[in-house]
């Protein structure tokens, strides 16, 4: 079974800080999908980037970057000048055929004023 | 508004009392599925549907029932509930499979077996 493991359980930095989430992901596929998932306390699953594995730039959604390392099969998340709003869980995750997306453990992300 | 609608959003349970969480979604998705979420587990995929009467297991899906008799509805069937179902549920629906085209999630249900 492919697997995706996010190694920080938990992280906190300041507002306005960048942080960066880390991702490592098993897989024997040559094109697939990588996501983050954002779950603030209200439990909704936010889309907050996905990436394609085929493509060799990296994804961006404002504030939110991706660096991507096929070979070596990473995919961390960077957060830019992060908000209050930021505090929540992020999944990483990857597709796994077209029938499922394998999560990771979660990282509990806490913003400080 | 687009939306992925499960419920009930909270429920407490006795041991073996069958229950449903129903989800719904009005985007016309062809793919469904349902997720449970736990402490340091992340979320693993019960059960999944490509289409109307195609169900198919996901990695954990002992204990769990679906059907698909209509597109829009995926319900979730526990008949004989056990405490280590205790959990957070979460169905999402796709477009096509889970890659392709966004995977959009319900609310979540949370789901406690005394």
């Known amino acids: 079974a492919q697997t995706v493991t996010q190694s920080q359980p938990e992280m906190s930095v300041q507002e306005a800080e960048t942080v960066t989430l880390s991702c490592t992901y098993d897989?024997?596929?040559?094109?697939?999908?990588l996501f983050w998932y954002k779950q603030p306390p209200s439990r909704q699953m936010i889309l907050v980037i996905r990436?394609?594995?085929?493509?060799?730039q990296n994804a961006t959604e404002n504030r939110f970057s991706v660096n991507f390392q096929k070979a070596a099969k990473s995919f961390s998340l960077k957060i830019s000048d992060s908000q209050l709003g930021d505090t929540a869980m992020y999944f990483c995750?990857?597709?796994?055929?077209?029938?499922?997306?394998?999560f990771g453990q979660g990282t509990r992300l806490t913003i400080n004023p | 508004e687009a939306q992925v609608t499960q419920n009930p959003r909270y429920l407490i349970t006795v041991t073996g009392k069958k229950l449903t969480v129903t989800c719904s979604q009005n985007?016309?998705?062809?793919?469904m599925s349902w997720y449970r979420q736990d402490p340091g587990l992340g979320l693993r995929q019960i059960y999944y549907?490509?289409?109307?009467?195609?169900?198919d297991k996901g990695d954990v899906p002992e204990g769990y029932k679906v059907s698909r008799k209509e597109k829009r509805n995926f319900p979730l069937i526990l008949e004989s509930p056990s405490p280590n179902q205790t959990s957070l549920y979460f169905c999402?629906?796709?477009?096509?499979?889970?890659?392709?085209?966004?995977?959009?999630f319900g609310e979540g249900s949370r789901l406690t077996v005394l």
């Open positions: 999402a629906s796709s477009i096509t499979g889970s890659g392709s085209g966004e995977l959009f």
């Open positions: 897989t024997s596929e040559n094109n697939y999908y």
């Open positions: 990436q394609e594995a085929y493509k060799q």
């Open positions: 995750a990857h597709e796994e055929g077209a029938q499922k997306l394998v």
């Open positions: 985007m016309n998705h062809e793919y």
């Open positions: 549907s490509m289409n109307v009467e195609v169900t």
